[in-house]
């Protein structure tokens, strides 16, 4: 876009001023388009010298020379495409795919505006950005990114925001939840500086945030900002959104040991995702009633949930795996190790495990190993093996109540062989992680 100053008095914002810089970038002189406009030149010349306005008329038939019919020009015609803008975001976040991409085309002259309001040009391209999103189009979202960070210091407040709520969820979908959370944050903390920069509060960021905190077990404040989602999600009745906020609240509580409000929760959860027929929804709630009884030491039902779950996740998937491992580490606490082995035998013959969880199963055998012979001195390339490779990588994955249960097995282990400075050790990493996930997180929020 090339850089072109308006004359003293004109007005970026105003029609001419919109017009003098439409009529500049495409090197139009007054005399040209005074003539599309049906005026004398000098017509032109006084509207650009901010002494008279265009009429109705003039004005579109400057929108039809320029290609910008059905696009705003006017104040009144930029407030209801706003509004329309997020009409078009609503129907990308209730997977209204359809109607959102005859809304894309629709807008696909938008660069045409760009001479004159590149504010309304970008604030509609970051927008499209939630359809690529909603489409799975990670690569296109990375490239446009790329392409519009150049252009951070001329956006307003409306497309910041946008750019970073969708620069937070390309690094969350990549996985780098705690770049992802700073993004998020930085969306988040403009909404709370100025209360009128959206036309109402956006669920969905607040939804994200959690998401992210929640990633990275960092529970309260993952169960502050669900709950705000809960509040601000003004959609009456029951939705996937809403029922994916009560999900995620419920994951918080079961790791937080409020397995009863988590199961009252699920339950809901569970009638709600039956009556949408999506069997995702049916098997990731009855894995987390695995996590509830789980946690409860309810070890029987939690294996039990386990298994109603692999008959809803599509197998191969991250979720199927950890149904499949949170089962097996059940056994081994239910003393149930026939199963324990035979499930641990089929793990073996998955061909298919990704390098997570390789280590993630591999450090399940070698938990059964120590569990199965807890007072056993011959159990060092295991303890090895969890100390140096499972630990580490369970941190690396923000698997903090994972790494607890391990740094446990180990406390009570290395305690029976009487090995208590190094006991000592794991019981002391266990309350560092304890501060880490619920009071010293390192974060200023």
Not at 180 to 192: G, P, R
Not at 221 to 246: C, M, P, W
Not at 286 to 306: D, P, T
């Amino acid at each position: 876009m090339v850089n072109i100053s308006l004359k003293p008095g004109l007005l970026a914002h105003s029609v001419e001023g919109k017009i003098y810089l439409l009529r500049k970038h495409h090197n139009i002189p007054q005399a040209v388009i005074a003539e599309i406009m049906r005026m004398r030149p000098e017509g032109v010349a006084h509207a650009e010298g901010g002494e008279c306005m265009y009429t109705e008329s003039q004005v579109a038939a400057a929108k039809k020379y320029f290609m910008i019919v059905g696009l705003p020009i006017t104040e009144r015609e930029c407030t209801t495409f706003e509004g329309h803008l997020y009409i078009w975001l609503d129907h990308i976040r209730d997977r209204r795919l359809d109607e959102a991409r005859v809304i894309q085309k629709e807008l696909a002259r938008i660069d045409n505006l760009e001479p004159c309001d590149f504010d309304t040009v970008m604030l509609c391209k970051l927008i499209e950005l939630h359809l690529f999103r909603a489409e799975g189009d990670y690569a296109t979202i990375e490239e446009k990114l790329n392409i519009y960070q150049k252009h951070l210091s001329k956006m307003n407040d409306k497309c910041l925001y946008h750019y970073y709520y969708c620069k937070g969820a390309l690094l969350g979908h990549q996985g780098h939840y705690e770049n992802s959370l700073d993004y998020f944050l930085m969306a988040y903390d403009m909404t709370e500086d100025n209360k009128n920069l959206l036309p109402r509060e956006d669920a969905w960021l607040y939804y994200y945030i959690a998401w992210c905190y929640s990633s990275i077990e960092i529970l309260y404040r993952s169960i502050f900002f669900h709950i705000k989602a809960k509040q601000a999600y003004a959609v009456s009745g029951i939705t996937e959104f809403s029922l994916n906020i009560d999900r995620g609240l419920a994951l918080n509580y079961i790791k937080m040991n409020q397995v009863k409000d988590a199961k009252r929760l699920l339950n809901k959860c569970m009638a709600q995702a039956e009556s949408f027929l999506n069997d995702t929804y049916i098997g990731l709630t009855f894995l987390y009633l695995g996590f509830a009884h789980k946690k409860a030491e309810n070890w029987v039902s939690a294996i039990e949930n386990f298994d109603k779950a692999f008959g809803y996740l599509p197998e191969n998937t991250d979720n199927y795996y950890s149904a499949l491992y949170h089962k097996i580490l059940c056994t081994i606490q239910a003393k149930t190790f026939a199963k324990t082995r035979k499930h641990l035998a089929y793990v073996n013959t998955l061909g298919c495990l990704n390098e997570k969880w390789v280590i993630y199963f591999t450090a399940l055998g070698h938990y059964y190993t120590i569990k199965h012979k807890m007072t056993s001195y011959k159990n060092n390339a295991s303890i090895a093996y969890i100390e140096n490779i499972a630990i580490p990588h369970f941190i690396k994955e923000h698997d903090y109540f994972l790494a607890i249960e391990y740094y446990t097995l180990l406390e009570q282990h290395l305690k029976k062989i009487k090995t208590v400075m190094r006991s000592l050790s794991a019981g002391n990493a266990i309350k560092n992680i304890y501060m880490r996930c619920f009071f010293n997180h390192g974060r200023e929020d």
